[in-house]
Each structure stands twice: as C-alpha cells, then as structure tokens.
C-alpha cells in the first residue's frame, strides 16, 4: 500500500498545525547565548544557541521597542515567545516577545556597556555637573511614595530645615515600567519653575532591583534635566549609571537629604554674620561722617565773619606782641653791641696813653702837634698830660738825627 | 503664604549690600538706605527662618500637587 504524497505545503501546514498546538510551545522560555544578530527594517533576526543546538529567533519593532537594553551577540539571555513554522523557509523559529538578560553576568557585562558608552558621549563629564544650589527652597524627591526612602527623606530633610519645601514625585522604582516613570518624572519636573533641586532616590535591593537606574533612558533623562539632579540608589556600595551621570552622587537616600537641605543653623549663622557686619559698617560710616562733618564745622567756624575779625584782631595783637618782644630783642643787642664798642673805644682812647707818661703836645689853636717840623722856635705849646695841663715855650727845633 | 521673596536671593542681596557698604565712597544717605534695605532683608530672612513650615506635597499630575501624608500603616 502506497501512502498518499502531501504537496510541500500540505506538510508544512500540517507540522505548523501539530506545533501550534502543543501547550509548551505556544508559550515558552527559552536560555540561551545570542549570535548572528541581525537588524532588519520590522525586526531583529538572531539565533539562540547552547553548546548542542541552535534556535532560530526573530522579534519584531513591536515588541523590540520595549527592551530595556540593546541585544548584543554573546549575550546570554532568556526569551518568551512562541515557537512556530515559518512555512516559506521551511523553518521553525521562535517569535520573540520579550528578552530579559540570564543572570548577574549578563547584567554586569549591559552595565559596563552602557557605561563606556555613555562616558564616551560625555555624559559623565564632571564639566557638565550643574552645581547644587546652596539654599534650596522647594526639593523634589523622585521615587516611591511609600516606604523608608521618602520617610527617611522627609524626617531628616524636616530636622535640618523645617522652611524648605518637598514635593513627592510617586513613580515605581522597579519592574519595567520603572525607568519610563523615572525619566517621565524628570521630564516634567524640568517643566516647573519652583524646583531647585531633584532628587531620585531607592533603597537597597539586587542589582535586578536597581536595574531601572542602570537603564539608558533614566541616564538620558537625568543628563537633560536643566534642573541639578542628586542620585541616591540603594547602599553606599552600590554603584548605578544614574550616579554617574547625575550631578551629585549621595551615597545613600538618607545622605541626599543631608547633602541637598542645608542646616537651618547654618542660614543663622550666615545671617548673623551678615547683620553683624551691616550694622557695624554703618556705625563706621556714622562715625566716620560725623568726623567728616565736626572737620567742617570748625571750618565754618573758622569763616565766620564776626569770628573772623575776633581772629584777626587776636592775630594782631599776637603780631603787636611779638613785634615788640623783637624789637626789645633788637634793642638789647645794639645796646649790647654799643657797650662792647665803647669798652674797645676807651681802650683806644689817646688819654689812656696819657697816664702811661705820654704827653701831647698842642699848638695855641689846640691842634695836636705831630711833627717837630710844625713848631718853631719861641713857640709857645700848650702840653697836655693825663691830669692837666702845661704851657711851654719851644727853645729849640731839631728834625730827625739831630736828637740829642 | 506669599512666596514671591526668594530666600537665596534676599541672602545674595544683603551680601551684596554688605559688600557695598564695605567697599565705602558712599554718600551718608546712599550708605543709610542701604543700610536700612538689609537691615529689613535680614528681619525677613530671620523672620522667614523662625515661622516659616516648609509644605510637603506630592505630585499627581503634570501641574497638580496635593498634599502628602505618608502612609499610615508602615509596618
């Protein structure tokens, strides 16, 4: 007996049909490492491979779309979809719905990825770090609503400066859908104008947990926010993408408020400062006009025009005074200059040569006679001595080498 | 309560009048009006310090704020 012959589409259809109908297939997860990843215009073709077989994938825009990460060749990754024929080329193959990455590796390897890449654009650049405002007035704190982060927030936020405003921006800060509420926070946030300072906060958990901080669009989101974003995602060890591109790194929620709500000491402190400074800045000025001013009045004073002539007049009379005590001055001393003259005048005097025993001899008109020439004989000369005085006749007249 | 006074800006702004006053070459009366404008910037700011309560609010809408009381049943 012969069996029947199908046509290529008959079996094909039938084989299509015999694996539609299989539970397992129509809804499957399948592990496995991707390789010959291919991007075509509707979807993205690859195969899933272990080390004893291999799966034809594609996924289509549709469902692509929402990955939360870039498929990578070497990946290993676990994808839902159904497995089925696809008739035309005589294939089976899985149509993805969903990818999500197998295990901590894998993430750890779509970190550094995402990491790299993202430095080499520069959105790690410490150069495009916004500065945080030093005196907030309204915070805004994206994360979940419920729970010890944003009560942690609150109390200590509240401790430091009970006057700054918070505002709770509710998103889910795992699953999903968690970086698209994250990045959509952001963005309307950077729409208002009373936020001075953001704040994406999330306690501890597995890096899967955290993940929605690892992710591209939370990073872009945070770079393009125009208002200083502070990350603060699980403990102090842990490191996400959203640190390293926010403006400031907290390591824990509890420190970002402690980072971004400055100390209401501090504020009186600097206001003290600054009313201590005003007040003794004025009183400086005060004091110096007032100097200023007494410098002008005496001044004024000083131009008075009855003052004026009362100066005057004291001027003068001071000039009189001194005029006279000069004048004394001048008199003393010619007085003094006339004694010292006087005394060297007697000193000279030809009667002091008298009482030596000179003699001078006068003619009868009582002029002093210096030469023997001016006499004659018979003469009669009048001889004066220092106590009297004589009269004689002159009895003989010899000149010079004729002495006796 | 009335927000229009921005606290940063009142501090900046007493700085600054600080920083004039220090500077000097002031008129008298140029120096006391500014004097008199910090000393009431600082009687603001003190003031704003000692009575002013900060809201906390949560955002429920793009432009909606509502007050936020944190959950009562935290375990």
Partial sequence: MQLKAFSVSEVTEYIKKVMDNDIILRNVRVRGEISNLKYHSTAVYFTLKDEGAALKCVMFNDYSRSLEFTLQDGMSVIATGRITVYEKGGLYQLYVQSVQMDGIGALYIAFNKLKEKLQKEGLFDLDKKKPIPKHPRKIAVVTSPTGAVIRDIITISRRRNPTVDIMVVPVLVQGSSAADEISNALRILNKRKDIDVIIVARGGGSLEEIWPFNEEKVARSIFASRIPVVSAVGHETDFTIADFVADLRAPTPSAAAELVVPDIKVYQRELFLLKTKIMNLMKAQVLHSKKEFEGLKRALYLNNPIKKNEVLKQRVKNLKKSLTKEMLSIFNQKKNELLVLNEKLDSLSPLKVLTRGYTIVLNKEGQVITSSRKVKTSEEVGILFSDGRATAVVKEVKEDGERI | ?75
């Fill in chain 2, 1 to 75: 309560m009335e927000k229009e006074f921005n606290f940063e800006e009142d501090l900046k702004r007493l700085e600054e009048i600080v920083d004039t006053l220090e500077k000097g070459n002031l008129m008298l009366e140029e120096s006391f009006n500014l004097f008199k404008e910090g000393v009431e910037i600082s009687k603001r700011l003190e003031k704003m310090l000692k009575e002013v309560e900060g809201k906390i609010t949560m955002l429920i809408s793009e432009d909606e704020e509502i007050e936020f009381k944190e959950e009562e049943n935290n375990v």
